[in-house]
């Protein structure tokens, strides 16, 4: 750290180890059977603590649950190539990122985590896949279609664990599905 950088808060410290653990717990346990007590004790403090930063478990959630699924340009790539490109980063966002693995899970039993999903949906899934499918009245249920595919096969893959689904070669993940995942994004509307 140089002179000019702040030096980090006590409480930015705090705050950033309640919300490392709070994805742990979330992510593994789910939303109904994490609890704030056992968030507190993952992090080493006291559940006050976490209420004080918080407020409550759906505070605390909300914030846990802030995702950048850090789409690629997906305009600069040659558009026979999308539907690849968009697997292929899905899959590295699922495998480094635990967070989304804990919002699927939660959303599939909560009203609150299937919400912070469908944000996470419009605001950053939409519009990218909108701009590029060549049909823009079209875009969200391409974008739906392609979420579809992109968060059945997550789910079968690092959720249920499904033994065909799991043990698949990430490569063959991306053959199997980039056809269907480009035919949603370039190919004709069905009549």
């Known amino acids: 750290m ?3 950088e ?3 808060r006590r409480g930015d410290a ?3 180890t309640i919300l490392a653990a709070a994805r742990e717990r979330f992510a593994s346990d789910g939303y109904e059977r994490a609890t704030i007590r056992a968030i507190a004790a993952d992090a080493g403090i006291d559940p006050a603590l976490v209420m004080r930063y918080f407020g409550n478990k759906e505070g605390l959630f909300a914030a846990a649950a802030e995702i950048d699924l850090r789409l690629p340009d997906l305009a600069a790539l040659p558009r026979k190539t999308l539907g690849a490109a968009v697997v292929e980063h899905f899959l590295s966002r699922w495998e480094d990122d635990e967070i989304l693995q ?14 912070r999903l469908r944000s996470v949906f419009a605001t950053q899934l939409v519009p990218r896949l909108t701009a590029v499918c060549g049909d823009p009245k079209s875009g969200a249920q ?3 279609l392609v979420a579809s595919q992109l968060m059945g096969f997550a789910l ?4 249920l664990e499904l033994p065909p689904v799991a043990t698949l070669r ?3 993940a991306v053959k199997w599905l980039a056809p269907t995942i480009q035919r949603y994004l370039t190919g004709d509307r069905p009549d």
């Open 2 to 4: 140089n002179a000019t």
């Open 6 to 8: 702040p030096k980090p």
């Open 14 to 16: 705090t705050r950033a």
């Open 102 to 115: 804990g919002l699927l899970r939660v959303a599939a039993t909560n009203a609150q985590g299937a919400e």
């Open 142 to 144: 391409r974008a739906g």
């Open 156 to 159: 079968c893959r690092y959720i």
């Open 170 to 172: 990430r490569a063959d």
